[in-house]
């Protein structure tokens, strides 16, 4: 094994991907299945995780995929998530908590229940799933290899951007703040814990504006780097916190948006 490959290798790790079937959360699986990992891929469509993990495992890399169902939207959908991974493992070097919901309307519109869902499961569950893997994740953790975990956040909990999707918002900002608070919390057991904040990526979530070519386009063309984000983008970065080069990050959360939590609109004195 060259260097680069030691570096940034997961071969033989755990992991467990929530939401793991769609979107972001299918690029951090197949990049793991890529680089040697066991992934569990977990959603609340089990169908859809099971055919998803037959198409990782056919494209003949060093991993392997297992896909069936699990639902952090409840406490006793987590008890009965943390039991099936239990039941598979008994030890966890790489949770991703990727899992998501939202919730669209107007300001005027926006309902109470949508804050109950919303919560739930990006944060509640988040939380929950995460203190009940835990004694997992302490079985496959040392001082020099910790064991990881990275929490989805997005560009919309970092920025104050609702776009009608108030109650997801809040739950990303909630969730930059708790992996910081976990990354206190867990360091003492040698897991670390960051979170990634997204901007524009091709998912379920986004399809109404990432579906067609011509939108994709017209949505990069707000991005300071003009374009959407890509899976090796993603891969990248889960990559790099899962492996011995990210060894050292914990409580950062970061960027993969494009440079869109750093653009603004003030100009101050520019054009006194």
């Given amino acids: ?50 055919r998803v993990a037959d198409e990782l495992n056919a494209l003949g890399a060093n991993g392997t995929a297992e896909g069936f169902a699990g ?8 008890r009965a998530l943390v039991e099936e991974v239990t039941a598979r493992t008994d030890k966890l070097h790489i949770l991703i908590n990727n899992a998501g919901a939202t919730w669209g ?13 919303v919560m739930s499961v990006n944060v509640a569950g988040l939380f929950t799933l995460t203190r009940d ?23 919309m909990g970092s920025q104050p951007i609702a776009d009608g999707t108030y109650s997801y918002s809040a739950s990303k900002a909630a969730v930059h703040h708790l992996t910081k608070i976990l990354a206190e919390e867990l360091a003492s057991r040698r897991i670390t814990v960051n979170a990634f904040a997204p901007g524009p990526f091709q998912s379920k979530m986004t399809a109404f504006a ?33 492996s011995r080069a990210g060894s050292y990050v914990t409580g950062a959360v970061l960027p993969i948006d494009g440079g869109l939590s750093v653009q603004h609109g003030i100009r101050l004195f520019k054009d006194a």
């Fill in 105 to 117: 309307a107007t300001y005027d519109d926006f309902p109470h229940a949508a804050w109950a869902k």
């Fill in 210 to 242: 990432t579906a067609r070519d011509d939108q994709v386009e017209r949505v990069g063309e707000g991005v300071p780097l003009g374009r959407i984000g890509a899976p090796e983008d993603i891969a990248g970065a889960t990559l790099y916190l899962c």
């Fill in 71 to 78: 639902d952090v939207g409840t406490e006793d959908g987590v």
């Fill in 133 to 155: 893997l835990t004694p997992l994740l302490c079985a496959a953790a040392n001082d020099s290899d910790p064991a990881r975990i990275i929490n989805l956040g997005s560009v």
């Fill in 1 to 50: 094994m060259s260097y680069l490959e030691d570096l940034f290798s997961v071969d033989g790790k755990v992991a467990l991907v929530t939401g793991g079937a769609t979107g972001i959360g299918r690029m951090i699986a197949m990049a793991l299945v890529h680089s040697g990992a066991r992934v569990l891929i977990a959603s609340r469509k089990g169908e859809e995780c099971a």
